[in-house]
Structure formats: C-alpha cells, structure tokens
C-alpha cells in the first residue's frame, strides 16, 4: 500500500523569506501523480502544484516550486517569498492511476510578519 | 462554474440519529469521492464512485453508505451516527481518464456527534 509522510508537524518562515516543506512516499509503482494541497483557514482544499513522475522536470508555479527525487522517493515543496497569505496546512498526496488520493498528516507553516 | 459544492455546511446530530450530506459537481467528472477530516490528520478516503452507477469502499468505510445518484451528485449517509463520526467531511471530484488525475473539493461539512 502506498504511503505518505510528512515528518515536519509544523514550520514557520519570516515574510519574503523561503521555505522548504518535505515529503516522501513510499510505492512499488513507477507511473504516479503527486500533488501539494493547501488548506488555509477556511478549509478549502486547494490545489498548489503537481508532479509527473514520468517527467524528470520539477514542476513550478510562480513562486512554487518542486524537488522530485523519483529514486529517493522525496517531493520537497519550496515557497519563495513567502506571503501571509501562504500560512496554511500544507498536504502531499499521491495517485496512481485513476484510484484514490493517498494524503500526509500535513504541515502546518506559519508566516511571521 | 460552482465546481464542487456541499451542503449543510454545519450540522450537529444527537447519537443514534441519521443524515445525508449531499454532493455535487458541474464539471462533467467521472469520479467522485467522500473524506474524512480528523484533527491533526490529513483526509482519509470513506467511499468513492469511479463513475456512475459503480462505488466502491475506501480507508474506512465502516458506519457510511453512498449513493451515486446520476453523473453530478454523490451522497454520504449516516444511518446511526455516532461520536466518532465527528469530522469535517469533504467531496471531491476528478476527471480520472488520462490523466494527471487531480481532484477538486468542496468547502466541507462539518460535523459533530454529542
């Protein structure tokens, strides 16, 4: 069974500085999907970025952006210039196939001003 | 477009009683999904359809049942409710034909068992 872990509980990072949340996964499937959600206070889950794993490219989205080690089965999420807006649960999930979002217990990053 | 909407957003439930959360989706997607919510947990599956007319039992479907009314709506019904179904519940929708599979969620139901 495929599984998610997310070993940082919480993090915090000053306003415009960078952060870096982890994540690694375990499973014996070579074609999978891997996400970050962020779910602020309203509980909205929403969509940051996902990954490929058959691209060897790490995805980015303005200020977010990925590091995917396939091999070591890591998928890091890096946010530049943090914002106050970007205080939230952070949530790593992974797919295989059309089958059900396998999610981490989450990070909880705090923006200091 | 609503995306995924849900409703009640809130809903407090005596022990024993019943209720259905209602779930839909105007995005034309195939697959649809129920979560659980728990403090300090991320989402765990309840039960999904793959498309409809099809549902299947996901993590912990244990004290739930589903119905997949037609291509837009899924419910989530309670038939006894008990404390530990205390959770916010949360819907979500995908494509799920080719991929990348992302799904899409609703605003979530909270709810609390006394």
């Known amino acids: 069974a495929q599984t998610v872990t997310q070993s940082q509980p919480e993090m915090s990072v000053q306003e415009a500085e960078t952060v870096t949340l982890s994540c690694t996964y375990d499973?014996?499937?070579?074609?999978?999907?891997l996400f970050w959600y962020k779910q602020p206070p309203s509980r909205q889950m929403i969509l940051v970025i996902r990954q490929e794993a058959y691209k060897q490219q790490n995805a980015t989205e303005n200020r977010f952006s990925v590091n995917f080690q396939k091999a070591a089965k890591s998928f890091s999420l890096k946010i530049s210039d943090s914002q106050l807006g970007d205080a939230a649960m952070y949530f790593c999930a992974f797919i295989q196939g059309a089958q059900k979002l396998v999610f981490g217990q989450g990070t909880r990053l705090t923006i200091n001003p | 477009n609503a995306g995924v909407t849900q409703t009640p957003k809130f809903q407090v439930l005596k022990t024993g009683q019943s209720m259905t959360l209602q779930c839909a989706q105007d995005?034309?997607?195939?697959?649809m999904y129920w979560y659980r919510q728990d403090p300090g947990m991320g989402l765990r599956l309840i039960y999904y359809s793959a498309s409809e007319g099809t549902t299947d039992k996901g993590e912990v479907p244990n004290g739930y049942n589903v119905s997949r009314l037609n291509k837009r709506e899924f419910s989530l019904r309670l038939e006894s409710a008990a404390p530990s179904q205390t959770s916010v519940y949360f819907c979500?929708?995908?494509?799920?034909?080719?991929?990348?599979?992302?799904?899409?969620f609703g605003p979530g139901t909270r709810l609390t068992v006394t």
């Open positions: 979500a929708s995908s494509e799920a034909t080719g991929g990348p599979y992302e799904q899409y």
């Open positions: 499973t014996s499937e070579s074609d999978y999907y």
């Open positions: 995005m034309n997607h195939n697959s």
